[in-house]
């Protein structure tokens, strides 16, 4: 029997009560008393993520938490080197951990290296099973430089498969990097299900840092007037 993966109970805890709730009833993301954010990013897509860090993390773990109009969508943990910790969905419910043994775990020291990263490695969820990724990271050399932040663009391919081999979905596209703060940030990406290819984007439109008005704001900025016309007009 697979056991669901557990969030840590103190930030688990913290986050308890912004699950499900509103972002027009909660403007602040208020972190755990152990924790400190970093930066706030707003995307295109209607989302609002916050990158912080905690005292009782493994050196070099951080965090990474998401929040559209209606509350928070994703709650995520990466390593020094960007590889999948765990991952929480809250309105399915369900997590995702990594599995030891990866036959080529992700390396952001190598894509900043060589300028390539090949992945190969697998999660298990309480809901999806045990799933298999493998794909690769490769900068462009290209730098853009958005709301004065300077960003290397990637180009990046992944393809998912279930525990029998079939494919699940594949993912392609461009996003970001930032060397300093070790950490992917979204782009254009198209995901193909089943023949079936839908495209987005989370390209950053703005980022807040301490200090600043919309730091750990919940509210998104950008691209809801676009994500509310698209869900208007499906049958």
């Known amino acids: 029997m697979v ?29 755990p008393a152990d924790c400190a954010a970093y930066v706030s990013i707003q995307s295109r897509d209607c989302t609002v993520s916050h990158l912080f860090t905690c005292e009782s993390d493994a050196e070099g773990h951080q965090h990474r ?44 020291s190598e894509l900043l290296a060589r300028g390539l990263d090949g ?6 969820s309480n809901v999806f ?39 699940i979905y594949r993912s392609e596209g461009q996003e970001y990097i930032n060397a300093d703060w070790r950490t992917f940030i979204g782009g254009l990406r198209i995901v193909t299900v089943d023949g ?11 980022f807040d840092f301490p200090g600043d008005a919309g730091f750990l704001t919940t509210r998104p900025q950008f691209g809801c007037d676009t994500v509310l016309s698209m869900l208007e007009a499906r049958p």
């Not at 509103?22 to 403007?27: E, G, L, N, R, T």
């Not at 462009?140 to 279930?162: H, K, P």
Request: glycine letters at 10%; hydrophobic letters at 40%.
């Open 3 to 31: 056991k669901a993966p557990q969030i840590r109970t103190a930030l688990g805890a913290a986050l308890a009560a912004a699950l499900g709730v509103p972002a027009f009833a909660q403007d602040r993301f208020d972190l």
């Open 196 to 206: 079936a290819a839908s495209e987005t984007d989370g390209r950053p439109a703005a």
């Open 119 to 124: 992945f190969d490695f697998s999660t298990i």
């Open 65 to 108: 938490v998401d929040f559209d109009r209606d509350g928070m969508t994703y709650l995520g943990e990466i390593d020094g080197e960007t590889q999948w910790i765990s991952s929480y969905s809250p309105r399915s419910g369900s997590t995702a951990t990594l599995l030891s043994g990866a036959a080529d775990p992700a390396s952001f």
């Open 129 to 167: 099973g045990e799933t298999h990724h493998v794909g690769e990271d490769r900068l462009t050399g290209e730098v853009e430089v958005i709301d004065g932040v300077s960003l290397q663009v990637t180009n990046f391919v992944a393809t998912a498969y279930d525990s029998g081999g079939a494919v």
